[in-house]
T-cell receptor, first 117, second 115 residues
């Protein structure tokens, strides 16, 4: 497919468990973003990758959240010791990063709905 | 810090009519980008329209147009000839020109289209 894909579509877990959420960006997109969207809210920025490195992780709420992008393509968002408050839709987006252009459009995936019981 | 406010949690419109969704924002920057995204039940955020702050002309995309009032920091979306497929959550978003990843979203407006 040509768009951003995310797996799983839905994830139900128990409090205290570890979860991994996967994002496949659009081929060739060097920038990748993770957002969290709580019920009734707009997406909130979590972390941004430029290539393999996390260029900005200021949105991660605490050290239970971690994300990797080892080969500069697929990214995994990891949440340790999940809490009920982590329940949300986790959105991934990707974009080109063209030098001199500040309006690189972010293309979003369908998200993963995480439910922590 | 930049904030985006959407004061209408829900709006409804009759099919074929026109509806306007409101958005205000707060920033100290002079140059930035503003966006309207549509999020249907499939959850995928779809870019509807984009406005660059340094451009005075309001952006238009087919049935979608914006009323950008820079001094008032207002960025409303007008949907003309509303269609059933327009029903969705609509999010207004702000992004600075120097930080591609710093995108701030409003809380959204749920649009219902009545047949």
């Amino acid at each position: 497919g040509a768009g951003v894909s995310q797996t799983p579509s839905n994830k139900v877990t128990e409090k205290g468990k570890y979860v991994e959420l996967r994002c496949d960006p659009i081929s060739g997109h060097t920038a990748l973003y993770w957002y969290r969207q709580s019920l009734g809210q707009g997406p909130e920025f979590l972390i941004y990758f430029q290539g393999t490195g996390a260029a900005d992780d200021s949105g991660l709420p605490n050290d239970r959240f971690f994300a990797v992008r080892p080969e500069g393509s697929v990214s995994t968002l990891k949440i340790q010791r999940t809490e009920r408050g982590d329940s949300a839709v986790y959105l991934c987006a990707s974009s080109l990063t063209l030098r001199g252009q500040g309006q690189n459009e972010q293309f979003f995936g369908p998200g993963t709905r995480l439910t922590v019981l | 810090a930049q904030t985006v406010t959407q004061s209408q949690p829900e709006m409804s419109v009759q099919e074929a009519e026109t509806v306007t969704l409101s958005c205000t924002y707060d920033t100290s920057e002079s140059d930035y980008y503003l966006f309207w995204y549509k999020q249907p039940p499939s959850r995928q955020m779809i870019l509807v329209i984009r406005q660059e702050a340094y451009k005075q002309q309001n952006a238009t995309e087919n049935r979608f147009s914006v009323n950008f009032q820079k001094a008032a920091k207002s960025f409303s979306l007008k949907i003309s000839d509303s269609q059933l497929g327009d029903a969705a959550m609509y999010f207004c978003a702000y992004r600075t020109t120097y930080n591609n990843n710093d995108m701030r979203f409003g809380a959204g407006t749920r649009l219902t289209v009545k047949p």
